[in-house]
């Protein structure tokens, strides 16, 4: 669960810290630490919002803008999200995450056998436009941004969300949407994926191609170092990685002709907080040093706005016990604390029951209010940067980007990002790595508690959501209607012409766009997908 | 017989849901114990599991999942273990079950229910005890 690894004598002294990073704590840190990696301020941080961007994007920090509220959100039908998403509003949410059902996921219909018993469960269902305006019905696109958390069917989503946007009277140079859309970590952890490595990054680089002119406060991709992390790597691993994907992304477009500050400006990532807050905060601020190094001196990017490393920090997932499930009330709120002092752009929370399913109206709005009480209460919008010059978490920072570095290039000799995927080269590492943490926290090795330390032997019992078998119903009754009421004529030509274009290697994006606009299904977008680009030969080792 | 070879474990992941940490974890713990362990890989339908399971012969199919949707794919499965015959070999569950959904589960026939967070050896000791038994 990622908690560093304490050493102690007979006397129950802390004789060694080792964090989940491999690196090593020190009980003191003084000048002669910051001395011994050559610490100078000008290059290793600047001033806030100057490269290398070590202490934050904006030269202000949270007295410009606080961060976005951004909890995951989906269940059921488009009806019942769209109220959901209206609760949350009321409460103060700023931004919207969007939580898709498995078949959305993974480009099923919810009628086709594939999707039984699994429509609406994990996230509200989609079949066509239809659901997304029964979704956004109502709510302002031209003032939330909407993250659509969706990688396999990122395109097809993208589309959608611009033709209900434009069927809204929304213009596509006002709306501003995060689609998840990082294949390489689904096939790493989280498993949603469909087509081969090939098509499925070239899907992705439509999107980013597609944007630069189409969608300009659009953040085509959302690189996540979340998942990958939820299935085992370490916290400098989660940020190498990510960092070989964006590059992956990146590559793809410039294979294109597009000048690299044309588009990279408008990259995002998710990166997951639990376990040790020193390490955090550490990783992020390192994380964005290494992102800009990376753009500035690989890429050659002149922009500096084009630099930062902007992102969605929190979840905390892995970190929540099933056991003491109140507790994780407790932990979210060190994660987000972690999150702000890192210099978070967005930040959501993994709710306290979310070990058991997702979450209800209650523990989602508790998760909100974490976020809004740290906001307002606590004096985390004061001053930017607040752990900068500690001579511990300088010395850390530096460390963390010589470890994310050495992670990098441990991927780099094993073939570079993509083949280690393709090959499984780092789900087999990953996995090794969750069953020795695993191993750590059964022994108590790793303290957990709830788990191995402080258990009661009582379970609590909370409240859960209930999953509604009508929804699933209704669902597929209002796909039938669809399919009923639209011209049919429209639908054929649109997905022909999506078929053509996907055969020719064209962008398929505004295809996508146009079959979405005649309600073609998602269903039917994706076979077209599926049936040309086939699917992805998953390397299942353990 | 079949405490005179390695006990031999199908972990599978059936339906859409993608996450594999859990699955792979207890594979590494299974095979660690001595058990012979066969892993099916994501997005696998209740047939296919059950084809598996026949053409590996093996004695207990593991089922990791994390989506919700373990009532309808035990139900399925079950149906499907029942018609081909293969009765004789033991189902059980882990993942993200509420503690409520457990008896039920049992109902439908599965022999333990492990969710997320149960110690390895509780899952070792009970495969061992309930296939010896057998």
């Keep these: ?114 999707a039984e018993g699994e429509v609406g469960r994990v996230g509200m269902a989609v079949d ?9 019905k109502d709510i302002n696109l031209a003032k939330i941004g909407s993250g659509l958390t969706i990688n396999a069917v990122a395109s097809i989503m993208l589309a959608m969300y611009q033709a209900v946007a434009e069927k809204y009277g929304y213009g596509r140079d006002v709306i501003s949407a995060t689609p998840q859309n990082d294949i390489l970590k689904e096939m790493i952890g989280r498993g949603s994926w469909i087509f081969p490595v090939e098509p499925a990054v070239k899907l992705i680089g439509d999107t980013i191609e597609y944007s ?31 960092i070989l994907i964006a590059n992956a992304y990146i590559d793809n477009v410039l294979a294109r002709g597009y000048d690299v500050d044309a588009f990279v400006g408008r990259f995002s990532f998710n990166f997951n907080v639990f376990g040790n807050i020193w390490e955090q905060v550490a990783k992020f601020r390192a994380g964005r040093k290494l992102w800009a190094r990376n753009l500035k001196e690989k890429y050659g990017v002149k922009k500096d706005s084009n630099m930062y490393l902007r992102g969605l920090f929190g979840g905390g997932g892995y970190g929540l016990t099933k056991a003491q499930p109140e507790n994780n009330i407790m932990r979210g709120a060190y994660y987000a604390l ?22 209800t109206p209650h523990s989602a709005i508790i998760s909100l209010r974490t976020l809004q009480l740290l906001m307002d209460e606590m004096g985390l919008r004061d001053t930017v940067d607040p752990l900068a010059g500690s001579y511990f978490i300088e010395t850390l920072t530096k460390e963390m980007e010589q470890k994310i570095e050495e992670e990098m290039g441990r991927i780099e000799k094993a073939g570079g990002i993509t083949q280690a995927v393709a090959t499984g080269y780092i789900q087999r590492l990953v996995a090794r790595q969750a069953y020795e943490f695993e191993k750590g926290i059964q022994s108590g090795e790793l303290l957990k508690v709830g788990v191995n330390i402080y258990t009661d032997e009582q379970p609590m019992d909370v409240e859960l959501h209930e999953y509604n078998w009508e929804s699933a119903e209704k669902q597929i009754e209002g796909l039938k209607q669809v399919k009923r009421e639209r011209n049919n004529r429209d639908v054929a030509r649109t997905l022909a012409a999506l078929e053509q274009a996907t055969k020719e290697g064209k962008n398929v994006m505004p295809y996508l766009v146009e079959c979405c606009k005649a309600y073609a299904t998602l269903g039917e977008m994706t076979a077209i997908f599926r049936n040309i680009y086939g699917e992805f030969d998953e390397p299942s080792l353990f | ?109 599965v022999s333990g229910v492990f969710p997320g967070g149960t110690p390895f050896s509780d899952i070792v000791t009970f495969i061992n005890d309930h296939v010896k038994q057998a």
């Excluded at chain 1, 007979?10 to 020190?26: F, M, P, R, Y």
């Excluded at chain 1, 000048?31 to 904006?58: C, M, N, V, W």
């Design chain 1, 212 to 242: 630069i002119e189409a969608l300009p406060r659009t953040n085509p991709v959302s690189v996540c170092g979340y998942h990958i992390r939820e299935s085992g790597a370490t916290p400098a691993q989660e940020i190498g990685y990510a």
């Design chain 2, 1 to 109: 017989m079949k405490n005179q070879r390695e006990i031999k474990v199908l972990v599978a992941k059936p339906g859409l849901d993608g996450h594999d940490r859990g699955a792979k974890v207890v594979a590494h713990a299974l095979k660690e114990a001595g058990m012979e362990v066969i892993y099916t890989g994501l997005h696998r339908t209740v047939d296919q599991i059950v084809r598996i399971a026949i053409q590996e012969d093996v004695d207990i199919i593991g089922l990791s999942i994390m989506s919700g949707a373990h009532i309808p794919i035990v139900e399925k499965l079950m149906k499907k273990v029942g018609q081909e015959g293969i009765g004789d070999k033991m189902v059980i569950v882990g993942g993200v079950i509420p503690n409520k959904d457990i008896a039920r589960l049992e109902n439908l026939g």
């Design chain 1, 1 to 114: 669960m990622g908690v560093a690894k304490y050493t102690k004598d007979a006397k129950d002294q802390i004789t060694d810290v080792t964090l989940q990073s491999g690196i090593h704590v020190k009980p003191l840190y003084g000048p002669e630490d910051l001395e011994k990696i050559g610490f100078s301020y000008e290059r290793d941080l600047a001033d806030p919002g100057q490269y290398p961007f070590t202490r934050g994007i904006h030269r202000q920090g949270y007295r410009s803008r606080a961060w976005t509220t951004r909890q995951y959100t989906g269940f059921g039908t488009p009806a019942e999200t769209n109220e959901r998403f209206k609760l949350m509003i009321s409460h103060g949410q700023t931004g919207l995450n969007v939580a898709f059902d498995l078949p959305t996921q993974m480009g099923y219909d919810s009628d086709d056998p594939m």
């Design chain 1, 338 to 359: 972690s999150a702000a002092l890192a210099g978070a752009q967005t930040i959501a929370l993994c709710s306290y029951d979310e070990a058991y399913t997702i979450p």
């Design chain 1, 128 to 136: 066509s436009l239809r659901d997304f305006e029964v979704a956004f």
